[in-house]
């Protein structure tokens, strides 16, 4: 009733000893009011490319289950709106069996260096009504204009060149230095320097996120051709200018002449994307938006096994068949890809073809038109030269090329451009398979984002437009992804199996397991030889000599080697036996180290299937 309780005292010193009562237990219970809230992150600088941050906080009033903790360039102080994050954990996780959370708490988050210093806020609410408790210092790095995001590229114009391309935040004077000798550069080589802006981005009236919430300054992209004097030689490099400094050492081989007929080695794969290595949340539409988790072994799986192809030869190079990033729009997501890939692409050419999701637009070939975010192929066709003979605006890209290399020349086409008889496309394809002189390069690899033998529209199409050309021209294989699972089929044309491509049979790999939520089908029909829709995992195609090659499909979680064919390019089986125990021993499965409270989600090794959870609802994306 509020009335004070009966007591022997007079009533005035009754209600003082209320008072006295609650004064006496306020410090103890009620402490927490009078302090503002703070959220602290240590350290406030890095070093090199990347590291850990420790972040706690305190003193949360009217604290929330949906409250999170958001990474953000530190120039959203002078915004008018909260942009998206960048990343995001929540700040209570788990499962939540009271009423109410702590009101302190802690967590990490592994930062890379993205030419831009970071705050970390304590956020209230849930978009598009969060608001913002508490933030940070600023966190930065040492160097903020590090050269950044190496990786090597063949010319398709020139095979027996090399190119570099990296990142900056600013340039002066860039160039890349090269040697034989570890610390001693005797070629230095200018670099090119382009870059893109907000106003390149496509279709902002439909309110994509490229040009709006997601967008990000890509800083400078600097480019150096050189031609080495010896073919198939180690070099060493480092990048960068003598304002803003140089790279860290890296090496590099350069590319086979042309007709050499050394083993050649080809990573292939799709769909693969990125994720923050700390567990964190992004925008992303599968694995609980944390992006593509698999990646992580994805990416260590891809340098080890190029650093065991290295052993045995010197031709090695990687070919990654569309939907590179999964940014979408969210093009701080693009540096987290090129962060993910460098230690692979630093060192042997990391070759791409255009897919759905960084093509995407009002104006393209295939729909829907939400498929890059507003993007439309230019911060990709921006990171990866030599593709297109224009990257902006959507209307001048051609991405599609051919490139020699080794005993392979690989035909990229682009599956979001026209291809039909008649197109500037299909008069390149054509060209480019007559072009090929088998004396140089005896297999011949075909590749593309959407796949052709699946059964809807643009399949038809490339069976209609292609499939005789690639035929006639007796294509070795052909890898596709954009479906999400992994299937191997004889050599086959208008799907009736052939004995080889010489008959005019072509085996085609649907490759697109490298990250991205596994799903769909494969038909049971007795031209699909093998399939897989359980394992994350990319193909590893080793070329022997002129007539003889080797395919596998590893799995990404233990290096196990789930699916393997020999081919030939002649009548015989005279294959050589192969060993796979020595041959994976040394693939070591990659376990990211987990965020505090967060379970591990990477597949168990050794299982068959993918021990994780799934993602929020079904995803129709591809």
């Given at each position: 009733s509020g009335s004070v309780p009966e007591t022997n005292l007079p009533r005035s010193m009754a209600d003082m000893s209320v008072v006295l009562l609650l004064l006496a237990l306020t410090p103890a219970v009620?402490?927490?009011?009078?302090?503002?809230?703070?959220?602290?992150?240590?350290?406030?600088?890095?070093?090199?490319?990347?590291?850990?941050?420790?972040?706690?906080?305190?003193?949360?009033?009217f604290s929330d289950w949906t409250d999170y903790i958001g990474i953000y360039p530190a120039t959203i102080v002078n915004d008018t709106a909260i942009p998206s994050p960048i990343m995001f954990q929540p700040a209570w996780p788990g499962n939540h069996t009271k009423k109410y959370p702590p009101h302190q708490g802690s967590t990490r988050f592994y930062l890379i260096n993205r030419r831009i210093?970071?705050?970390?806020?304590?956020?209230?609410?849930?978009?598009?009504?969060?608001?913002v408790t508490a933030v940070t210092k600023r966190i930065s790095f040492t160097n903020l204009y590090a050269p950044l995001q190496p990786h090597i590229v063949v010319p398709p114009q020139n095979p027996t060149a090399?190119?570099?391309?990296?990142?900056?935040?600013?340039?002066?004077?860039?160039?890349?230095?090269?040697?034989l000798e570890s610390g001693k550069y005797t070629e230095v080589?200018?670099?090119?320097?382009?870059?893109?802006?907000?106003?390149?981005m496509c279709d902002p009236q439909n309110f994509y996120p490229a040009s709006r919430d997601g967008w990000m300054d890509p800083g400078f992209f600097l480019t150096a051709l050189w031609q080495p004097k010896v073919a198939s030689t180690k070099y060493y490099y480092i990048f960068g200018d003598d304002k803003y400094g140089y790279s860290k050492e890296h090496f590099f081989y350069s590319p086979p002449r042309l007709g050499d007929r050394q083993k050649t080695v080809m990573i292939g794969f799709g769909d693969m994307g990125q994720t923050p290595r700390d567990g964190s949340h992004q925008h992303s539409w599968d694995w609980d938006?944390?992006?593509?988790?698999?990646?992580?072994n994805t990416s260590r799986t891809m340098m080890n096994?190029?650093?065991?192809?290295l052993e045995t030869t010197n031709s090695v190079y990687v070919m990654h068949i569309g939907d590179i990033s999964y940014a979408v729009g969210y093009l701080y997501e693009w540096d987290q890809f090129m962060d993910l890939i460098a230690p692979t692409a630093s060192k042997v050419p990391y070759l791409t073809g255009i897919g759905n999701h960084e093509m995407g637009w009002s104006g393209s070939y295939w729909g829907p038109p939400s498929d890059s975010g507003g993007e439309c192929g230019v911060p990709y066709l921006a990171r990866f030269p030599f593709i297109s003979k224009e990257f902006k605006p959507p209307a001048k890209q051609t991405p599609w090329y051919s490139v020699q290399y080794g005993l392979v020349t690989t035909i990229v086409m682009s599956t979001e451009h026209d291809y039909k008889k008649g197109s500037e496309q299909y008069a390149f394809l054509k060209g480019a398979l007559e072009a090929i002189d088998r004396t140089v390069t005896p297999w011949v690899v075909f590749t593309g984002h959407r796949c052709m033998f699946w059964n809807n529209t643009y399949a038809w199409e490339m069976q209609d437009n292609l499939e005789p050309l690639m035929s006639e021209h007796q294509v070795d294989m052909a890898l596709w992804g954009h479906s999400h699972l992994y299937v191997r089929t004889c050599p086959m044309y208008k799907f009736d199996c052939k004995a080889n491509a010489q008959a005019g049979g072509i085996t085609h790999f649907l490759i697109g397991t490298a990250g991205y939520?596994?799903?769909?089908y494969y038909p049971g029909k007795d031209w699909v030889k093998k399939g897989n829709k359980w394992d994350y995992g990319i193909g590893n195609f080793e070329f022997y000599n002129s007539t003889t090659a080797m395919v596998q499909w590893i799995n990404v979680a233990t290096g196990k080697v789930m699916d393997e064919v020999m081919m030939s390019r002649d009548d015989t089986n005279d294959f050589p036996r192969q060993d796979k125990t020595w041959r994976w021993q040394n693939i070591v499965p990659y376990t990211p180290e987990p965020p505090p409270e967060s379970p591990q989600v990477e597949p168990t090794p050794g299982s068959s299937k993918a021990n994780v959870p799934g993602p929020r609802g079904v995803s129709g994306q591809n």
């Open positions: 009620f402490t927490w009011v009078s302090e503002p809230a703070s959220i602290t992150a240590t350290p406030t600088v890095l070093k090199g490319n990347g590291g850990w941050v420790d972040v706690s906080w305190k003193h949360i009033e210093e970071y705050i970390i806020a304590y956020m209230t609410g849930t978009r598009p009504y969060s608001s090399v190119a570099l391309t990296w990142n900056c935040k600013a340039h002066n004077m860039p160039k890349w230095k090269i040697g080589i200018k670099a090119n320097v382009t870059t893109y802006h907000k106003s390149d938006d944390r992006g593509e988790v698999p990646t992580l096994l190029v650093d065991k192809a939520h596994l799903g769909g």
